[in-house]
């Protein structure tokens, strides 16, 4: 099949999904780029729609990537490249867009590990897709066991999430609660609860995160809501050394969990696959 | 002075130094916002001219912060919010615009000094403003001695860079430099060259980094270049516990920063400011 006419209804519906909006209506969300679909097909995430624009393919494993897609029953669909860029989200293309179905999953749904003590991620409310996306890639990166997102303003399914995360958003286990049920799930877990902010005594470095423990992040300008201040009872503190007072909350996120794979790595709870291989 | 036109030629003049070319042509950059402009005066920078739209003012302070800035020299200008809408950068503005001279620095001309091991972040090339931007508050907020800019395409004076450093550019030394000029002046200075690379061997928590040490980083897309690869004595390894191979670059950048100031704390080679008191 090849879709050549802008007024095509399947462009329409692509367009459409470039907004909140139609993707929410339709419960589904734009997969752009090699790298996030390799991802979203290393995960078995399903893959329904594949449209692909040939001219625009920017290496040689497309048409590998094409045909395993196609093997799980995706369906492949050639568009000319003014129609591609239609619907495109990148400014430089790269030829490919999968549209997938929008996966939610409830607290008890996560994959919680018996023998090692989880490490997880609370998103109060983030705006920006792309602090979402580095933070669910560093959640990747540090073996983080899930991301709980407690705020339905928060749109994990944003293209730009899927972009900035290089397609982790795929791998890294997401569960959406209301902040009540959130913070009852920990407590039942005896997980600890661990914010970032400024008038803390601990510096993060010398707080024990080898149990169980959720670092809590709130919106970009506001940091967290006194409702989560008060359910705290590891707060830490990122020294800062210059003028400015905080720092951009992805920067954040990443700086406390990587310390909590130091320490996890220097006791054994943890596995550091070592270094990669040169090609 | 009210500007409500349009057409004023002032208006034409904002509006032109939105895009690199007029900003690089008439060497100016724009500050938008309260924390921005509250930054570059706390720093002594020139701000010349000073676009306000009262109407859109958020908080109860900016009247203080126009008198400051006037009383240094600043030109201060009123105008009507659809001329403020023109020319400002943000998708809510704040209703303050500075225009300032863009300063240029070279490597000599920094501030190192002389009886502390220099933390430097070397900048090969960065493509995304935000990026750049967070990488200076992360500077900024470990004490970074400066940041050296190898490669002109990088725009550190694009608006986005102003903002996602939240005017960390006016704190941080900056230095714009050829990529050979900079080898040699950190090699004349025996300064250790660390590039964080998938393939080294020790992980950058095990690195001594109490040292003369210069972070190098490269495009988001590619990474470091041969050259700087070649040059680089300290490879180091952030661990990658899940199923990507890359941690976005501001967020490797900060981690390798905040190793740093780890150690530098512990070796009473740096100084923690301590909790912020609380209001």
């Given at each position: 099949?090849?879709?050549?006419?802008?007024?095509?209804?399947?462009?329409?519906?692509?367009?459409?999904?470039?907004?909140?909006?139609?993707?929410?209506?339709?419960?589904?969300?734009?997969?752009?780029?090699?790298?996030?679909?390799?991802?979203?097909?290393?995960?078995?995430?399903?893959?329904?729609?594949?449209?692909?624009?040939?001219?625009?393919?920017?290496?040689?494993?497309?048409?590998?990537?094409?045909?395993?897609?196609?093997?799980?029953?995706?369906?492949?669909?050639?568009?000319t490249e003014p129609v591609f860029h239609k619907f495109a989200y990148r400014d430089r293309?790269?030829?490919?867009?999968?549209?997938g179905p929008q996966l939610h999953r409830r607290l008890d749904d996560l994959p919680i590990?018996?023998?090692?003590?989880?490490?997880?991620?609370?998103?109060?409310?983030?705006?920006?897709?792309?602090?979402?996306?580095?933070?669910?890639?560093?959640?990747?990166?540090?073996?983080?066991?899930?991301?709980?997102?407690?705020?339905?303003?928060?749109?994990?399914?944003?293209?730009?999430?899927?972009?900035?995360?290089?397609?982790?958003?795929?791998?890294?286990?997401?569960?959406?609660?209301?902040?009540?049920?959130?913070?009852?799930?920990?407590?039942?877990?005896?997980?600890?609860?661990?914010?970032?902010?400024?008038?803390?005594?601990?510096?993060?470095?010398?707080?024990?995160?080898t149990g169980p423990v959720a670092i809590v992040v709130g919106t970009e300008q506001y940091?967290?809501?006194?409702?989560?201040?008060?359910?705290?009872?590891?707060?830490?503190?990122?020294?800062?050394?210059?003028?400015?007072?905080?720092?951009?909350?992805?920067?954040?996120?990443?700086?406390?969990?990587?310390?909590?794979?130091?320490?996890?790595?220097?006791?054994?709870?943890?596995?550091?696959?070592?270094?990669?291989?040169?090609?």
């Amino acid at each position: 099949m090849l879709i050549s006419s802008l007024q095509n209804p399947r462009v329409k519906d692509l367009v459409r999904l470039r907004d909140r909006r139609g993707r929410d209506h339709d419960q589904k969300l734009l997969i752009e780029g090699y790298r996030e679909l390799l991802r979203a097909a290393d995960a078995g995430y399903p893959v329904h729609e594949l449209y692909l624009c040939p001219g625009l393919f920017q290496g040689t494993n497309e048409p590998a990537l094409i045909e395993r897609l196609r093997a799980t029953g995706t369906q492949v669909v050639e568009v000319t490249e003014p129609v591609f860029h239609k619907f495109a989200y990148r400014d430089r293309p790269e030829g490919l867009i999968g549209v997938g179905p929008q996966l939610h999953r409830r607290l008890d749904d996560l994959p919680i590990p018996a023998h090692v003590p989880p490490l997880l991620l609370v998103a109060e409310a983030i705006e920006k897709p792309g602090n979402l996306g580095t933070m669910l890639r560093s959640a990747d990166a540090t073996g983080t066991t899930a991301l709980i997102v407690c705020d339905p303003c928060t749109d994990i399914f944003n293209p730009n999430v899927v972009r900035a995360s290089t397609g982790t958003l795929f791998t890294v286990p997401i569960a959406e609660a209301a902040p009540d049920e959130a913070l009852a799930w920990l407590r039942a877990r005896r997980v600890h609860i661990l914010a970032a902010t400024p008038h803390a005594t601990r510096r993060f470095t010398d707080a024990d995160l080898t149990g169980p423990v959720a670092i809590v992040v709130g919106t970009e300008q506001y940091g967290l809501s006194q409702r989560w201040l008060d359910a705290c009872d590891l707060p830490v503190r990122i020294p800062m050394l210059g003028v400015a007072d905080s720092l951009n909350v992805a920067t954040a996120t990443a700086l406390v969990l990587y310390e909590a794979v130091r320490q996890r790595l220097a006791a054994g709870l943890a596995a550091d696959p070592g270094p990669m291989a040169k090609d």
